[in-house]
């Protein structure tokens, strides 16, 4: 993997921070983005203090601001070899309180945001290149009081599936990745403490996922040894059904 450019959308954060920083270990050049938390991006650049580490404020549901970013790119390598799409929000309610500009909302973040950044990867990505796709176990377990994300989380599933098939042209791979509950920013603050608790009762594997899971597997689609995986979806989530 080493000297790969790589780019990970939302990687001030949680899940994609993680991804970041072993992507990095790996040697790799590694480009990410966030939309609002100029704090965490500050600090993400002072903790892994790495020339490989270029970080870009851009907003993965604004085609505009997407656009310059990839031109970013071009300037600084030229092309990319992996694509992870992984920004996202969360937004809670009930479908008959849901306001529906907060749903587009969540579907323009967590299911646009993915189609923009897909879109645009194609011309600069390499030929054998790899994209990866963080939905969720909510795009496959629908539960209540999350249905855009739940929604969203579900378009991408087949949405990955077409990628691989339209993508193919160029050898370039597309695999989803659907993990489950991980206490990260995101997810703390969509849910109440009584179902969290429930949710570890309910893993067979008696812990929550972290973000080193996802990472790692996330590592392993993006790379050679995944050559002949594509258009598959994986759940990670300690035997939660
Ligand atoms: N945590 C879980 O339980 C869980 C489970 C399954 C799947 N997932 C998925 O994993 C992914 C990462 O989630 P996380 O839990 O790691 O969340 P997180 O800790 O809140 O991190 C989200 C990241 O995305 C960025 N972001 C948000 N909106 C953006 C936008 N419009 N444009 C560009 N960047 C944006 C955030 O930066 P700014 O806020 O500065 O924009 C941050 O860097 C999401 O796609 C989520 O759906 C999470």
């Given at each position: 993997m080493e000297e790969r450019v790589a780019l990970i959308t939302g990687g001030t954060s949680g899940i994609g921070k993680e991804i970041v920083i072993e992507l990095l270990q790996k040697g790799c050049k590694v480009i990410t983005c966030y939309s609002s938390n100029d704090d965490n991006a500050e600090s993400l650049e002072k903790e892994v203090n790495n020339e490989n580490l270029r970080i870009?404020?851009?907003?993965?549901?604004?085609?505009?601001?997407v656009i310059d970013m990839f031109n970013e790119i071009k300037k600084y390598y030229n092309h990319i070899d992996y694509l992870v799409n992984n920004a996202g929000i969360f937004i809670d309610n009930f479908i008959?309180?849901?306001?529906?500009?907060?749903?587009?909302?969540?579907?323009d973040v967590n299911l646009l945001g993915k189609v923009i950044c897909?879109?645009?990867?194609?011309?600069?990505?390499?030929d054998g290149g790899s994209i990866v796709n963080i939905s969720s176990h909510l795009g496959v377990v629908p539960c209540t009081e999350s249905p855009a994300y739940c929604a969203a989380a579900a378009a991408i599933i087949n949405f990955?599936?077409?990628?691989?098939?339209?993508?193919a042209d160029k050898k370039i791979?597309?695999?989803?990745?659907?993990?489950?509950?991980?206490?990260?920013?995101?997810?703390?603050?969509?849910?109440?403490?009584?179902?969290?608790?429930?949710?570890?009762?309910?893993?067979?594997?008696?812990?929550?996922?972290?973000?080193?899971?996802?990472?790692?597997?996330?590592?392993?689609?993006?790379?050679?040894?995944?050559?002949?995986?594509?258009?598959?979806?994986?759940?990670?989530?300690?035997?939660?059904?």
């Open positions: 870009i404020k851009c907003d993965v549901s604004k085609e505009s601001q008959k309180d849901f306001n529906i500009d907060d749903f587009k909302t969540v579907l897909t879109k645009h990867a194609y011309e600069i990505m390499s990955t599936k077409a990628t691989a098939l339209e993508y791979r597309a695999n989803s990745i659907c993990p489950a509950f991980t206490p990260t920013p995101l997810s703390l603050r969509g849910w109440k403490q009584e179902e969290i608790d429930q949710k570890l009762k309910e893993t067979p594997l008696g812990r929550f996922a972290k973000p080193e899971d996802t990472a790692k597997l996330c590592l392993f689609l993006l790379s050679d040894e995944a050559s002949f995986i594509t258009g598959e979806n994986i759940w990670i989530n300690g035997g939660r059904l």
